[in-house]
């Protein structure tokens, strides 16, 4: 492999610059051991301290692979199955209208559970997290039932849902936060220890992550971090940049996005992966629990496909798996190159920020790509959608304060609006389409089309159900 680091450095300083980000940090590691790390803009209030890969940030999302790790390798060791049913371990588990014993830990983890979008996550953020404002937390906190900080509140909330699912149990992939919480209580029971030290003694210290925990409040990341640890920032409502140290706190999502950790410690954790669980020339993690995680029966092709808390992909003969993550100060991507060695994490200090070009540099300059090729997925299939009235309807959301997504066919030409933004829909085969606005991308569609017209949108990773004409 010819690693141009010269050209990389540049091409990652240009992207920071356009998206005018805070401060991230980026590492490669690979067989050969690290190939590239750099620290980029800055992780205080007072921009004056650049992050560097052993900074500590929020990984967010990121977390559900490693609590998926955990439950592989409590299977591999025949403590639990991903095809139990969740009501063997929380016999007051249901999903409406759903056979209790058809939703598994497995469609939890895929997201496939037919779960739709809801609040919890949401509410739990907004009344837990302290010295927190704005009009988002306020909206929040006035809709929460209760604070959302006990696992029964939660899956309590999921049995008396008031949305229509979206669909059966292993039909259609809609993300869904509350399912990661609910597994991450699975651990507990299986392992007979809480999952913040299952990870810690079975995934973290193995991998020489001496730097990664997963915690509720941020105190043991403060303490772990020797003050390496970064300030949050955001854009404020007069787009200025605004920072805090008001970390997410949200106590049932433990697995679903705790984790903080650093750059250099999450490049080793998918580098491990992508070496069949092999660290420092030693089985650091058991290969059966790994190939659960990553093997073949996750298919693979261009279109990503969800598997066990990772995407799974092809690009130009790689396979890829990867995960983002977002919260309040966090925009996160991770991911690895299988059987080839290498892991690859950037971890962004800023919320609601988009790591893919930072990310897709690393890849190509490892797989021998011009730096600037696109990963896209949905690629504009050069022709128009034959059936665009089926399209047309109002479709919402329900996690956090309400989304809606109108679609319009008018003069035989679909066009969207989503988030508030007058898009032109470019078909991209299937039922798959871009959002544009202009020459920016706003969202990716995909509907849901039964008995002539679209029951429900598929915008992001989220299923938007159909409101009533």
Avoid at 300 to 309: D, K, R, S, T, V
Avoid at 388 to 396: N, S, V
Avoid at 417 to 440: I, K, N, Q, W
Wanted: proline share 5%; glycine share 10%.
């Amino acid at each position: 492999m010819q690693f141009d680091a010269k050209a990389v450095d540049a091409r990652l300083r240009e992207i920071f610059t356009r998206d005018r980000l805070s401060g991230a940090a980026v590492c490669v590691r690979g067989p050969e051991g690290i190939v590239f790390e750099a620290g980029y803009g800055f992780r205080d209030a007072g921009r004056s301290i650049a992050p560097d890969p052993d900074t500590m940030f929020g990984i967010a999302s990121m977390s559900k692979s490693v609590t998926a790790l955990a439950i592989s390798i409590l299977e591999s060791e025949g403590k639990l199955s991903w095809d139990d049913p969740v009501c063997k371990y929380f016999p007051n588990f249901s999903v409406p209208g759903a056979a209790r014993d058809a939703v598994t830990l497995r469609t939890l983890a895929m997201h496939t559970s037919g779960i739709p979008p809801m609040e919890p996550l949401e509410w739990s953020i907004a009344v837990n997290s302290v010295n927190r404002d704005g009009e988002w937390i306020r909206a929040m906190r006035a809709s929460a039932p209760n604070a959302m900080s006990t696992i029964d509140q939660v899956i309590d909330y999921i049995a008396a849902c008031p949305y229509p699912t979206v669909g059966a149990p292993g039909e259609n992939f809609s993300y869904s936060n509350e399912g990661y919480a609910v597994l991450s209580y699975v651990v507990d029971q299986a392992a007979g220890m809480k999952l913040e030290d299952f990870c810690r003694e079975r995934i973290f210290l193995p991998l020489g992550m001496t730097r990664t925990v997963m915690d509720d409040d941020c105190a043991s990341a403060r303490a772990m971090s020797g003050g390496n640890i970064t300030s949050l920032f955001e854009e404020g409502e007069d787009g200025e940049l605004v920072c805090d140290d008001c970390w997410s706190v949200l106590p049932p999502f433990r697995g679903c996005a705790m984790v903080k950790s650093t750059a250099r410690d999450m490049a080793s954790y998918y580098r491990c992966l992508a070496s069949g669980g092999m660290h420092e020339g030693r089985q650091a993690l058991p290969a059966e629990a790994v190939e659960t995680m990553v093997g073949a029966w996750i298919p693979a092709g261009p279109i990503a496909c969800y598997g066990l808390g990772l995407y799974k992909r092809t690009k130009c003969g790689h396979t890829i798996l990867e995960h983002s993550g977002g919260l309040h100060g966090v925009s996160t991507k991770g991911g690895l190159l299988l059987g080839e060695g290498y892991g690859f994490a950037v971890l962004c200090n800023e919320g609601d920020q988009d790591m893919d070009d930072l990310m897709w540099t690393l890849y190509n300059a490892v797989m021998g790509l011009p730096l600037e090729t696109s990963h896209r997925w949905f690629v504009p299939a050069g022709r128009d959608f034959s059936d665009p009235q089926m399209l047309a309807g109002r479709f919402i959301c329900h996690e956090g304060v309400p989304s809606i997504v109108t679609v319009s066919a008018e003069g035989g030409a679909a066009a969207a609006l989503v988030s508030d933004h007058p898009t032109r829909l470019v078909y991209c085969g299937g039922t798959r389409f871009l959002a544009m606005e202009g020459e920016r991308l706003r969202a990716r569609l995909e509907f849901f089309i039964r008995e002539g017209r679209a029951w429900g949108v598929r915008c992001g990773s989220r299923i938007f159900t159909r409101l009533p004409d």
